[in-house]
């Protein structure tokens, strides 16, 4: 199941990044990430309620649930939303592959999970390729505006690690990954809607093929399909191994870009790209196995 799982992941959240792209300019990204969670949590959530299995999280469950919203349906897509009026979302996508990196340096600073050399020389060659990507050029704009979407790219990568710490934590309450994705998902809505009147914007979207397209696309396979994989995926092999994904994603994200947004890589580009690749294959990399605990789903 597992594998099946990774593959499914990668494809899915390959194709988001494009999909992603659909969406910009039609609307402001809080806008677009609202309409996107409300939607999916609604689906979920009928979905739930017909089935007779939807479940109220414990009192003390709510903080992690927050912080999930905030972390990993809300907040981090401001980062990445924005990154994208800058960059190319190919480029995005492998500036999001350091996720790997991220959840392991997380996992020490949360669970104690003390990384090995590996992971620290592959945080070494991801930083370095970062920095190459910033040198050949790679946003639509100038200089300047390189820098503003790798750092916005960045800010919403760390967010989406410190999510999958939330999650984690989430592991410990007896409530079903399905429940636990559309109370999420459903926060992560409610936050959206709260700071979309901050930013002066209104909640109306456009109706038009392109930009509901890219919703339909990141409702059903971005963020219902796509998380509650990823998040099965975090529980059965854990947080460091399931990121693996985002090492794969970039290179569907990749083709997409090259192909639809006509982006030209210099020298300087792919070797950043293959720096950061290699990073996380470095870091994540085992010698041999480790046995994996069984998890059983409960609710």
């Not at 290179?251 to 300087?268: R, T, Y």
Request: charged share 10%.
């Amino acid at each position: 199941m597992a594998p099946f799982l990774f593959f499914a992941v990668v494809i899915f959240w390959g194709l988001t990044w494009f999909a992603i792209t659909l969406q910009i300019g039609g609307t402001s990204a809080d806008v677009a990430i609202f309409w996107r969670f409300l939607f999916s949590a609604g689906l979920i959530g009928i979905g739930l309620a017909i089935t007779g299995r939807l479940r109220r999280p414990p009192a003390s469950a709510w903080v992690w649930i927050l912080g999930m919203g905030a972390c990993l349906f809300s907040c981090n897509y401001l980062g990445i939303y924005t990154s994208e009026l800058y960059l190319p979302s190919g480029t995005v996508s492998v500036v999001f592959s350091m996720a790997t990196l991220l959840n392991t340096l997380n996992l020490w600073l949360f669970f104690r999970q003390k990384p090995d050399l590996r992971v620290l020389a592959g945080g070494l060659l991801g930083v370095c390729g970062v920095a190459l990507l910033l040198a050949g050029g790679m946003g639509h704009g100038n200089w300047h505006h390189t820098l503003i979407g790798l750092g916005f790219a960045l800010l919403g990568t760390f967010l989406f690690s410190c999510g999958n710490m939330f999650s984690r934590r989430m592991g410990r309450y007896t409530l079903s990954l399905t429940n636990t994705v559309f109370w999420g998902m459903l926060s992560g809505a409610v936050i959206m809607a709260l700071f979309i009147p901050l930013g002066g914007h209104g909640y109306g979207f456009p109706l038009t093929w392109r930009w509901m397209t890219g919703l339909v696309y990141l409702i059903l396979f971005g963020s219902i399909v796509g998380f509650l994989f990823y998040l099965e995926l975090v529980r059965r092999i854990g947080a460091d191994r399931a990121a693996y994904a985002t090492i794969l994603s970039p290179v569907i994200a990749l083709g997409m870009s090259a192909f639809f947004e006509q982006v030209h890589w210099s020298a300087p580009m792919l070797a950043g790209l293959v720096l950061i690749l290699l990073g996380n294959v470095l870091a994540f990399l085992r010698r041999k196995p480790l046995p994996q605990p069984v998890e059983v789903e409960q609710g």
